[in-house]
């Protein structure tokens, strides 16, 4: 090898600087994105916010989160079997582009159904770039490497890792800035900017990468088309690989699906735009006392939303901001659990037969959410009841079945890991051999162990992605802290993950773990990250109790409870993906990151449908209160419990890990 050669093999492909360019554009403008979404959907309608309650926001936020981590699935689809990465990435791009754009333009809508319109299309077009995109970046890196050059992936794959940490460090201090000194508009507009200069930034590398034709991605069976053919070739199914398949792949397919329905389905009582038409007469239903507003809805108004109703006797042709104050408080006050179940206050009101019956129960909870709305209803009804009660209390009933199915789910895998079933026998594999080679075989068979490790880490995710949703509806009820002449406020709390990420990777890799050796295997660093996240919510319940208890504290608070969580997340989710890179076939690794992206997704349905099912209503069970951050707090110390049983009973297939 001549000493040019040499040169040249111990030097970065210059085109990566292109891709690691284009890495940090793209994750600043999707954090950014993240980083004013819960203050946008539940702000002040005044303030250019959305109005919405916390769970509503928390949602819609997790949902967001879902589809981003969703859509890999259809972006390596697309780049492993249609177009290549090149061309996935470019073209993926502009979609992304597009929603940002969508969401830049909500400031030209009046209404708050019609921005609400707007958020949804742009986050769906930004999860579809997002996500499409996310499994063809990373791989795209490594495809501009020579096979000479496979000692300098490391170095790589360490800027790029410290790229996504710089562009969403600097995202959450710099777009809430924008947002507070010049509105939702531009906030929005700033990740727009950032993502078409990221789109640039790929580009302008066209001709110097290197592109691996879809084609060559094919020409070994993947882990489907493996257990297909030995699944198809079975007779008579015995017990064992039976129940392997039904823990493995059926509940949680079932389960996915069922709180996907959750998750788009309606599980509130909240009234719209159209049953604002006539509420002034519904007013003037009202007899005692005199004050006709305070009478209907208590004194929980905010005064705006008196003064308009005082002013306005047709709500129809109001303007949008007032209707929208009318429609936030009279939602709050409904889904939030205030009675307004006073006899005095419907008096000359005819009452269904199925209300009187709920009346005289005096309900609390979810039953006094429902009662709110049908007194409403039976007051005006020819003006409500655009959503029934029936739809939505089904979709709370498939909630709790699919979070059941969760339970059944988890408790079937430590079982048949204590068994020592964590791999479907070798008999159910032998079908698949005449067609396939021993090694597309033996690759098939190691991605069952695996996924019963991966299976138990979305309850993490639950958590960790809460600190852009309820932690920072949290922080909104904090003091902000004044820095350099910066306002540090909730939403500039959460440039404390990024920023922690990159002074403790260093930290652990290069001082904590080679000094505690054997001890710091893969699945016991994992366990320990469970434990942390647990932690973590319990320090965020005791905030909570404290801010509900009337305390004054300042946002850096939620430091303690960041420090603790991103210790957790660096101990899990970087050791998962070193965990499930070294344990897989190569032919399965790109199989295996896409199940490890299905954890995240997971996790957040799983948000979503807790907020959805525990939500009646009442104030204590928000999204954002002590009561629920122990709840996550509790489920993940249990599962953390149930993934350090699994982790006993797997064998290491690596040889790095062998013996432990």
Request: aromatic content about 10%; charged content about 15%; proline content about 5%.
């Amino acid at each position: 090898m001549s000493a040019s050669t040499k040169n040249a093999a111990d030097r970065l492909p210059p085109q990566t600087k292109f891709i690691v360019g284009n890495e940090a554009c793209e994750r600043f403008s999707y954090y950014g994105i993240r980083s004013i979404l819960a203050g946008y959907i539940t702000g002040e309608v005044v303030r250019g916010g959305l109005g919405q309650t916390t769970d509503t926001s928390t949602s819609i936020i997790h949902l967001f989160i879902f589809a981003n981590y969703f859509m890999p699935l259809l972006g390596a689809w697309l780049s492993d079997k249609l177009v290549g990465r090149y061309y996935t990435i470019l073209y993926v791009s502009l979609i992304y582009c597009l929603g940002n754009g969508v969401l830049a333009c909500s400031d030209f809508f009046t209404t708050v159904t019609s921005k609400m319109i707007c958020l949804a299309v742009g986050l769906g077009l930004v999860a579809f770039g997002a996500g499409g995109i996310k499994p063809c970046v990373s791989a795209f890196m490594g495809d501009q490497f020579k096979p000479e050059q496979g000692h300098l992936l490391q170095k790589a794959y360490g800027a790029f890792y410290w790229s996504i940490n710089f562009g969403s460090f600097f995202s959450f201090l710099v777009v809430p800035w924008v947002k507070d000194h010049h509105g939702y508009g531009l906030a929005f507009g700033v990740p727009g900017v950032l993502m078409a200069l990221a789109t640039l930034i790929f580009w302008l590398g066209t001709k110097h990468y290197t592109r691996v034709p879809p084609a060559r991605e094919t020409k070994t069976a993947g882990f489907l088309q493996v257990f297909l053919h030995a699944f198809r070739s079975q007779g008579r199914m015995t017990l064992a690989p039976a129940i392997n398949i039904l823990a493995g792949l059926v509940l949680p397919m079932v389960t996915m699906i069922a709180l996907t329905v959750v998750a788009l389905g309606p599980t509130s009582a909240s009234f719209s735009e159209s049953d604002l038409k006539d509420f002034p007469r519904l007013v003037g239903k009202i007899t005692q006392p005199a004050d006709a507003v305070s009478a209907c809805l208590g004194t929980n108004l905010s005064p705006d939303t008196v003064k308009a109703l005082k002013e306005t006797t047709d709500l129809s042709s109001a303007p949008a901001a007032v209707k929208a104050a009318v429609l936030h408080d009279l939602n709050k006050l409904v889904g939030e659990g205030v009675p307004l179940h006073e006899p005095q206050r419907f008096q000359g009101v005819s009452l269904r037969p199925a209300t009187q019956e709920l009346l005289a129960r005096n309900p609390t909870g979810e039953d006094l959410v429902w009662l709110n709305r049908m007194l409403l209803e039976d007051a005006f009804p020819t003006e409500l009841g655009k959503q029934p009660m029936v739809l939505a209390k089904t979709m709370k009933a498939i909630g709790w079945t699919a979070l059941v199915g969760v339970a059944v789910w988890y408790l079937l895998i430590l079982a048949l890991s204590l068994l020592g079933r964590m791999e479907l026998p070798d008999s159910f594999w032998q079908a698949a051999r005449p067609r396939h080679s021993e090694s597309e075989v033996s690759a098939a068979r190691s991605v069952g162990p695996i996924l019963f490790v991966f299976a138990l880490v979305p309850i993490f995710w639950a958590l960790f992605d809460q600190t852009t949703s309820t932690w920072v509806m949290q922080g909104q009820k904090m003091i902000p802290q004044g820095l350099l002449g910066y306002s540090v406020g909730a939403e500039q709390m959460q440039s404390a993950n990024p920023a922690l990420v990159m002074i403790l990777v260093p930290l652990l890799t290069l001082v904590v773990y080679p000094r505690l050796g054997r001890l710091a295997t893969p699945l016991r660093r994992m366990s320990a990250g469970f434990f942390l996240a647990a932690a973590s919510y319990v320090i965020v319940a005791w905030l909570q109790q404290r801010l509900e208890a009337g305390a004054q504290l300042n946002v850096l608070w939620q430091t303690l409870p960041y420090i603790v969580l991103t210790t957790g997340e660096v101990l899990l989710s970087t050791t998962g993906l070193e965990f499930a890179f070294a344990e897989s076939a190569a032919s399965m690794r790109s199989t295996i990151m896409s199940f490890w992206l299905l954890t995240v997704a997971l996790g957040n349905l799983i948000v979503t449908a807790i907020t959805k099912v525990m939500g009646g209503g009442a104030a204590h069970a928000a999204s954002v209160s002590t009561s629920r951050f122990l709840l996550y707090a509790g489920l993940t110390a249990v599962v953390g419990v149930l993934f350090s049983l699994v982790a006993t009973q797997y064998r290491y297939r690596h040889p790095s890990f062998k013996g432990n």
